[in-house]
Structures are given as structure tokens and as C-alpha cells.
């Protein structure tokens, strides 16, 4: 195979073991020897690829290009590609049959469903194929290999991200059973959001184990560790890794975690995934990329350099062009990706930017700092792939987290029409997910109340109760969180006076949605 060929697209049950086994190493030898550039002809090649199919093989694309005025065949380069326009839920999902959207329109396809929940509180469904999961068993496997975890050595993995019709759970639950399916001695629990469970796993089955990996949101996770250091649990006996998804978080908030946990090593045991139910794991914090994100951290110059910001702090992931594909033009987050529902120049909603591998390292050498000599120093010189980095802001879309989920204002918007409640609050609202002195995550909904009118504490009591009720009825996610967290899920209301110029200036279009700095 020519180095400059994309990566083959692997069904792995239809491989004999002797021969899977071989093109696994294939595949890690690929990740370590292929060049920036390398990796730069296979996504053009790649994303090229899906667009001229789609454009023949899926009605709903076909119709989209006809619409926006493209002829698939005439578009050869992708430079051509850059003038299409991008795909969204609103512009492309919403507006078509969910059957056009597959291939060749058919639903005669393996596929695995996962929901989310939308702004109206109305499911939105994606489709992946089986081989999205391999991919995802692939970077699984990748950061395994990359950690300080020992692949001869028993270990338990917990998968804590709910379980159900959301992606979290179930496609981490099924990359560690495809690992094991390899060989790797892995005992998987899926104990999914109760917390009880995990506890309980960690009082009863850890100790049987000599290693550990805690998957989960990443507040939830430092629930869980708070409260098992709390009741006993050494995690000193073992060796522990973390795994992430759903949200960014500090580094502050990784060294938390990883002193709580006993980690020895921040760059290779506690990492991030930036995964979607849209098209399943499509990029990965490396140890790498931590270092990378760390050095800037301390670089003022650097960080606004290559971020082009200095209020928010991204996630910095490598993602393998073979799998998904990003772009980023005027900063919004683009992806391409091959599937059962196949995604393509597709808006998510987050924004941020791309590097190719060498012009990263070389926007670092212009601010004095050598990234390869800074691995080395910190011993992950061998872990090194040079894949290409997506970093990747919050979404900037009408929402706001809490311990994964989506909370969005209109839920709460309802409420405040209630006519118990329109005489003390005008409607509008500003919510924010923050963190208090412990490192424990909330909801914060800050509240306009009504020229000289006052929300006393029987009546804050009520809507409190109100916004809760509503949150569980309209956004399954939150049910299925505050069953098991209780009053941890409630958010926290804060009332201000008409007009308050931090929230509610006058004059102006009202953020319902504020990103804490």
C-alpha cells in the first residue's frame, strides 16, 4: 500500500483473526510513520470521495445541490468542494424524509439509532454504520496503547455515560468490547449515571483488578471520584485512567481529577474524546495535544496566536482524516464523514479551527518553543502521531451544559409564561453552567424580574419546582440525570432587577446564553 492510499475502511468480522491482528498493526504502524502531509492527501482524497457519492447515491443531497444550485459533476477539486455549501440540522436534516438522508434511500442497512434532544425538546435521530464503531474501537484502542495502562494486565473498565438512546454509553460500551474481542483482558460494567452502582463497583469489583478506567461526563466522573475517595476507596492500588467526552473542561480541572485519582502521568491517563451522536468519536485529545494546550496555557502570545482568543480555553484533539474530516472556514467547525446517515462540509455547531500536524509546530517554533523537544522532555516522544489537530470551542448554538446534556432556554422560557409567575418576571433569562468552590458543577438562571416587583421565597420555591418539572418532562436526558443525582441537578435561580445592565442591558439582543471566561 502507497502512503499516500486512504485507510482502508475495516469490517473486522469478516476477517480471520490471524489476518485482523495483522492489519491492526498495519494500522498503528500507519498512525506512527505517515507524514503531515500524508494525512493532508487523504482527507482531500477522502472528503472528494463521499462528496461525488453522495451527490449520485443520496436523495436528500442530490436534492439539497439541486436547491443551492451545484451540479455534483462539476465539482472535481477541492477548491470546488470550499464553494458548496455546508449542511446543518435546520438547512439539510430537518428538511428532508429520514429515509432520503441514507444511502441510495434505503433503511436496508446495519445501523445503530442514538437520539438527542433538540431545542424544542423534540428527538433528533442519527443513524451510524458498524463501521463507525470500529473506528471508534480503533482511537479507543489508540489511547490505550498511548497511556501508561499495561496491556497484559486485568482491568476493569466502568462506563459511566447514560445508557439508553444516547450515544455516549453505548458506543464506549461497545469500542472496549471490540478491544476485547482483540485480546485485551477487559471486564466491562455499565453501570451508565447511578452513581450507587459505580460506587458499589469500586467498593466490591476494583479491588479484583489491577487496573481501572472511568468513562464518563466529566463532572459526573468528579462526582464519582469525590464521593469514592470519601467513603475509602484507594485508587493508589491501581493503576487509573480517565476517559472524557461531552464538554471541555480546565486543566485545572484535569489536575484535580488526576491527583484524586492517583494518576501519575496528565498527559497520557486523562483524556478528552470529542465525540457526537451525529457521526460517533471523531476526535482525540493525544498526549501530544494535551502538552500542546498546557504550553500555550502559559504563553499569553501563543494561546491568542493559535486560538485566536484569550477568554475561552478550546479542547485540542488530532482526529485520523480516514475516519472523519474537519475544516473550519471563518471558524465554524465543519465535518465529513461516511456512515449510514453520511455527513458532509456539516455545521455541528461548535467553532474553532484546523492545523495539519507541521503547521502547528511551526506556529509554535515562532513563539520559542521546540513541541517535538518539549515531548520528548516530558517522555511522549514515541507517542507522537502526525495526525492533524481540530480545536474546538463550546457550542454556539442556544445552549448551555450540564454534566453533558443540553439545557436550552425555551424549556424554561415556558415556565416563566405561567401565570402565576408573568406579574414578577418579564421572560427573560441568561443561563450559565458554572462550578462552585469544589469543583461541583451547576446551572445557574439568572432572572429579570419586573419594574419594582420583587420574587419573594415562596414563590421562587414554586417556580423552581416548575422549571424542574418542565426540564424532566421535555428533556429525557435531564430525567434520566436528576433521578439519579436528586437536588445536584437542580439549578440555582438568581433574580435581578429590570434592566441589571450585567444581564439584561436594555437596548440590546438578549443573550440567553452566557460562556463563563
Request: net charge positive; proline share 5%; aromatic share 10%.
Amino acid at each position: 500500500m502507497g502512503k499516500n492510499q486512504p485507510l482502508p475502511q475495516k469490517k473486522a468480522a469478516a476477517v480471520s483473526p490471524r489476518r485482523q491482528s495483522s492489519s491492526l498493526a498495519s494500522f498503528f504502524d500507519r498512525l506512527r510513520s505517515f507524514k503531515s502531509e500524508n494525512w493532508s492527501h487523504i482527507q482531500k482524497t477522502q472528503v472528494l470521495s463521499l462528496f461525488k457519492r453522495m451527490s449520485r447515491e443520496v436523495p436528500a443531497y442530490r436534492r439539497f445541490l439541486k436547491a443551492n444550485g451545484i451540479q455534483g459533476d462539476h465539482v472535481r477539486t477541492t477548491r470546488d468542494l470550499a464553494a458548496v455549501p455546508s449542511i446543518s440540522k435546520a438547512n439539510y436534516l430537518s428538511k428532508n424524509p429520514f429515509t432520503d438522508l441514507f444511502w441510495n434511500g434505503s433503511m436496508r442497512s446495519p445501523q445503530v439509532l442514538t437520539s438527542t434532544s433538540g431545542s424544542t425538546g423534540k428527538s433528533t435521530y442519527f443513524a451510524r454504520s458498524h463501521e463507525v464503531d470500529e473506528h471508534a474501537a480503533l482511537i479507543h484502542e489508540l489511547i490505550f496503547r498511548t497511556s501508561s495502562l499495561k496491556r497484559d494486565k486485568s482491568t476493569l473498565v466502568i462506563v459511566c455515560f447514560g445508557m439508553g438512546v444516547w450515544i455516549g454509553g453505548l458506543i464506549t460500551y461497545q469500542a472496549f468490547e471490540r478491544m476485547s474481542r482483540r485480546g485485551y483482558p477487559l471486564a466491562i460494567l455499565t453501570p451508565g449515571i447511578n452513581k450507587a452502582e459505580i460506587l458499589k463497583a469500586l467498593t466490591d469489583l476494583a479491588p479484583q483488578y489491577e487496573q481501572i478506567i472511568l468513562a464518563g461526563y466529566p463532572p459526573f466522573l468528579k462526582d464519582v471520584i469525590d464521593e469514592a475517595v470519601a467513603q475509602g476507596t484507594s485508587f493508589a492500588k491501581h493503576r487509573v485512567m480517565l476517559l472524557f467526552a461531552a464538554e471541555a473542561f480546565t486543566e485545572s480541572f484535569r489536575d484535580y481529577l488526576v491527583e484524586k485519582a492517583g494518576i501519575k502521568n496528565h498527559l497520557t491517563d486523562a483524556i478528552n474524546i470529542y465525540g457526537s451522536a451525529d457521526i460517533g468519536t471523531m476526535a482525540f485529545e493525544t498526549p501530544l495535544s494535551i502538552l500542546a494546550r498546557r504550553l500555550a496555557l502559559k504563553d499569553g502570545k501563543l494561546f491568542a496566536d493559535l486560538f485566536r482568543s484569550t477568554a475561552k480555553t478550546p479542547t485540542l484533539a488530532q482526529f485520523i482524516p480516514g475516519f472523519v474530516s474537519f475544516e473550519a472556514p471563518n471558524g465554524e467547525i465543519l465535518l465529513s464523514g461516511d456512515s449510514a446517515l453520511p455527513l458532509l462540509r456539516y455545521s455541528i455547531g461548535d467553532h474553532g479551527g484546523v492545523y495539519i500536524f507541521r503547521e502547528l509546530v511551526e506556529r509554535y517554533k515562532t513563539h520559542g518553543i521546540d513541541l517535538l523537544k518539549e515531548a520528548r522532555a516530558a517522555g511522549i516522544r514515541d507517542c507522537v502521531s502526525e495526525l492533524p489537530f481540530v480545536y474546538v470551542y463550546e457550542r454556539i448554538d442556544l445552549a448551555t451544559t450540564l454534566y453533558g446534556l443540553q439545557v436550552y432556554p425555551e424549556t424554561i422560557k415556558e415556565v416563566l409564561l405561567n401565570k402565576r409567575f408573568v406579574d414578577y418576571l418579564t421572560g427573560k433569562l441568561t443561563l450559565i453552567t458554572k462550578y462552585d468552590g469544589n469543583h461541583d458543577q451547576y446551572l445557574e438562571i439568572n432572572l429579570e424580574q419586573k419594574s419594582k416587583k420583587e420574587v419573594g421565597k415562596v414563590l421562587a420555591s414554586e417556580l423552581l419546582t416548575e422549571i424542574i418539572k418542565n426540564l424532566r418532562e421535555k428533556n429525557s436526558e435531564f430525567r434520566e440525570l436528576s433521578a439519579f443525582l436528586g437536588k445536584r441537578a437542580e439549578p440555582k435561580l438568581v433574580f435581578w432587577p429590570y434592566e441589571d445592565p450585567l444581564y439584561f442591558k436594555p437596548g440590546g439582543k438578549q443573550s440567553w446564553v452566557v460562556r463563563p471566561s
